[in-house]
Each structure stands twice: as structure tokens, then as C-alpha cells.
Antibody, heavy 121, light 107 residues
């Protein structure tokens, strides 16, 4: 059974940093692209960042480029999102999502339960 | 960036009736389109990929169609658990983008 468990969310001040983690199990982690998708309170979905299965290709939404870094440890089946220079409009539930193939150009077939990031003073 | 527009934003349907949701892409995405639904307090869940292929375990009352720029999700006979929010998403180009969603409510 595929499981994705996010952690690391919380309350942070504007300009601060946070690191999200996603522990994966139930599939061969290195064989699949992984992503972070966020949802601001009461709003729609935004694809934030994605990583190919090897981690060699990474992609970012313009809204987070230069501030967020996606990485993965395939030996520990874990995906990360390092977030810096956080702003109020980064406040959202952040979902970890497994993609259906090794490249990022695919659907998200499994999702974690999400972790809430709140940026506020 | 490929812009995805969903319509209508809200749809009111009686249980047992058919619901038709639309999704339009700002440029051709071939069949690189997925549909998800999201129940309150839960993560999104994949319904359809490749514009028309049902994901594992999805009932046959859900069907997708279209290619290029125009797509449709049809729910043939709405059940109580289907009254929720639906999103379409393109995976043709980065950034991967979602539509704004259609909320299906009880009439």
C-alpha cells in the first residue's frame, strides 16, 4: 500500500524558513517523480515543485523559484522541500504527491494528507 | 503557462441525475489531462487520466472525454459521495496547472 506522510509544517514568521519532509513507502521510491502541491485556505490547487525519480531534474513554480528547493534521498525514501524567505501568501496546506511515472510530466496518483504551513507575525 | 479554465464554477444537481463538467486549455495539450475530486478536509484523489482513462477503483459512472483544448467530465448518476469539488489538471508542459475547480452541490 502506497503511503505518503508529510511533516515539518507549522507557524513561521515572514522571512523565515521551514523544511518539509515526506516519508514514502509501499513503492520503489526512486522509480517515480515526486511533487509538492499546495492549497491556500479556501482556494484551489497550485503545483509548487517537482523532482524526477533520480532527482536530477527539478522544477519550480515562478511563485517560489529562488526561495524553495526540492530534494530527495532515495536511500531513505524521503522527499524534502526547503522553504526560505517565506511570505504570507505561502500560507497553505502542502501536499506531497507521487507521480505515475519517472518524469514529472504525469498525474499525481497518490497524495499525502498534507501539512499546514502558516506564515504570520 | 497553460491556463486551465473550468466551468461552471458551481453546479447544482439532484441525486441520480447527470452532471457535466467542462475544462478548457489555453493551448493544445493533446490528451494530457487529468481529473481529480477533493472531499472536505481530504487530499485530492485521481479520477481520470489521459483525458478518458479511469484510475484504479473509479466507478464506471465517471467518464472523461476530449482532446486538444476542450475536455469534459461526466458523472452519469450522481451519488451522495459525488457532491464535492472537481479539478482538472494538465501535464503537457511545466508548470503543471490546475483549473479553478467546479463545486458540485445538491439541488
Amino acid at each position: 500500500e502506497v503511503q505518503l506522510l508529510e511533516s515539518g509544517g507549522g507557524l513561521v514568521q515572514p522571512g523565515g524558513s521551514l523544511r518539509l519532509s515526506c516519508a514514502a513507502s509501499g513503492f520503489t521510491f526512486s522509480s517515480y517523480a515526486m511533487s509538492w502541491v499546495r492549497q491556500a485556505p479556501g482556494k484551489g490547487l497550485e503545483w509548487v515543485s517537482a523532482s524526477s525519480g533520480s532527482g536530477g531534474s527539478t522544477y519550480y513554480a515562478d511563485s517560489v523559484k529562488g526561495r524553495f528547493t526540492i530534494s530527495r534521498d532515495n536511500s531513505k525514501n524521503t522527499l524534502f522541500l526547503q522553504m526560505t524567505s517565506l511570505r504570507a501568501d505561502d500560507t497553505a496546506v502542502y501536499y506531497c504527491a507521487k507521480q505515475a511515472g519517472i518524469t514529472i510530466f504525469g498525474v499525481a496518483d497518490y497524495w499525502g494528507q498534507g501539512t499546514l504551513v502558516t506564515v504570520s507575525s | 503557462e497553460i491556463v486551465i479554465t473550468q466551468s461552471p464554477a458551481t453546479l447544482s444537481v439532484s441525486p441520480g441525475e447527470r452532471a457535466t463538467l467542462s475544462c478548457r486549455a489555453s493551448q493544445s495539450i493533446n490528451s494530457n489531462l487529468a481529473w481529480y475530486h477533493q472531499k472536505p478536509g481530504q487530499a485530492p484523489s485521481l479520477l481520470i487520466y489521459g483525458a478518458s482513462t479511469r484510475a484504479t477503483g473509479i466507478p464506471a459512472r465517471f467518464s472523461g472525454s476530449g482532446s486538444g483544448t476542450e475536455f469534459t467530465l461526466t458523472i452519469s448518476s450522481l451519488q451522495s459521495e459525488d457532491f464535492t469539488v472537481y479539478y482538472c489538471q494538465q501535464y503537457h508542459n511545466w508548470p503543471l496547472t490546475f483549473g479553478g475547480g467546479t463545486r458540485v452541490g445538491i439541488k
